[in-house]
């Protein structure tokens, strides 16, 4: 995959907005950029985490009670001496602090938990075109850029992961060409959830699926490369 920000994004639904707002500046400690209007009952707030954008979607109708995605845990590396500490914010969403290069995290990383590793592991080698890393105590690590995504076997992962409900919901690789690398997904066995779509002038998205259903989103953006050609 030819990625036009070397970072990955992560994206949350919610209804109970102001305490997580609260929480993700305050104890989080990720810096609100700005407010996106998404279509009317929904808007995103963005937040920066070291180039990442960490996007609260919170929606005006009730969320249903779909079971969780397969992303579990929010990574975020700060700097200077910092004992790694767990935090849950007032959904129940799990982001975890430690310090630069630990685990091999610069950045950011994204735990995500899977039915099936080896099905995973080709996904995101063959359809993503990720390099796999070594890593310690089991699982794999693939890089996108500056961040790390550490992909787990778990009994309790969903098998048709479901993009509406509360919690973590989708990962963003910003691209250059939506359309192409789409298809260069679709033709290496990713599932298709959304042909893409151009939104006005902001970006030209799509969304692709993983063996577990989970939803990613691949995003040209307008104000990262300067055209939705």
Request: aromatic share 6%; no cysteine; net charge negative.
């Amino acid at each position: 995959m030819d990625l036009a920000k070397p970072r990955i994004d992560i994206g949350l639904a919610t209804n109970n907005l102001e305490p997580m707002l609260s929480f993700w500046r305050d104890e989080a400690g990720v810096v609100f950029d700005h407010l996106l209007p998404i279509r009317r009952g929904q808007d995103q707030y963005r937040h920066d985490a070291n180039g990442s954008v960490v996007k609260i979607n919170h929606r005006a109708d009730t969320l249903p009670d779909n079971p969780p995605s397969g992303y579990r845990e929010l990574i975020i590396a700060r700097a200077g001496p910092l004992t790694p500490r767990m935090l849950v914010d007032p959904d129940g969403n799990r982001v975890v602090l430690v310090p630069t290069g630990e685990d091999g995290i610069e950045q950011i990383a994204v735990r995500l938990a899977v039915r099936d590793l080896a099905a995973h592991r080709a996904f995101y080698r063959d359809a993503l075109g990720l390099v796999e890393e070594p890593r310690t105590g089991g699982g794999a690590a693939f890089r996108a850029g500056e961040s790390l995504i550490f992909i787990d076997q778990s009994s309790d992962a969903d098998g048709d992961v479901q993009m509406a409900g509360r919690g973590w919901r989708y990962i963003t690789f910003q691209v250059f060409k939506v359309d192409e690398e789409h298809a260069r997904v679709l033709a290496a066995g990713g599932r298709e959830a959304m042909a893409p779509v151009t939104l006005g002038t902001t970006a030209r998205i799509s969304m692709v699926r993983d063996p577990d259903g989970n939803w990613i989103e691949l995003s040209q953006r307008a104000s990262i490369v300067g055209s939705l050609d």
